[in-house]
């Protein structure tokens, strides 16, 4: 079993920045693609962005976030994280770490850990 704790969220204004981070334990971390989603209320879980297994990581991000997310990885640390920067009310949501087995992937079911998520709030 992999564990996966997510740390960071909070209440910001809008045009600020935030700094989400993931801590892994229980499996070797640098086995594992990892990527962050997001839910609103009413809305499903979506894709953030992805980074490749090896710290400094191929990196892909939705289009929306494109621009003003980083997404990044300590795997000494066992920790990934993601810098949000120029935020906007449309980012509030519950923003949840995952861990793949594959190579690539930005679909829900291609992740087979998840942590149980942190509330990100930006105010207009």
């Known amino acids: 079993q992999m564990q996966l704790v997510e740390s960071g969220g909070g209440l910001v204004q809008a045009g600020g920045s935030l700094r989400l981070s993931c801590a892994a334990s229980?499996?070797?971390?640098?086995?594992?693609?990892m990527g962050w989603f997001r839910q609103a209320p009413g809305k499903e879980r979506e894709f953030v962005s992805t980074?490749?297994?090896?710290?400094?990581?191929?990196?892909n991000y939705a289009e929306s976030v494109k621009g003003r997310f980083i997404i990044s990885r300590d795997n000494a640390k066992n920790t990934m994280y993601l810098q949000m920067n120029s935020l906007k009310p449309e980012d509030t949501a519950t923003y949840y770490c995952?861990?793949?087995?594959?190579?690539?992937?930005?679909?829900?079911?291609?992740?087979?850990?998840w942590g149980q998520g942190t509330q990100v709030t930006v105010s207009s």
């Open positions: 980074i490749s297994r090896w710290s400094g990581g191929i990196t």
């Open positions: 229980g499996r070797t971390f640098s086995n594992y693609l």
């Open positions: 995952a861990a793949s087995p594959l190579g690539f992937g930005t679909s829900l079911s291609d992740y087979t850990y």
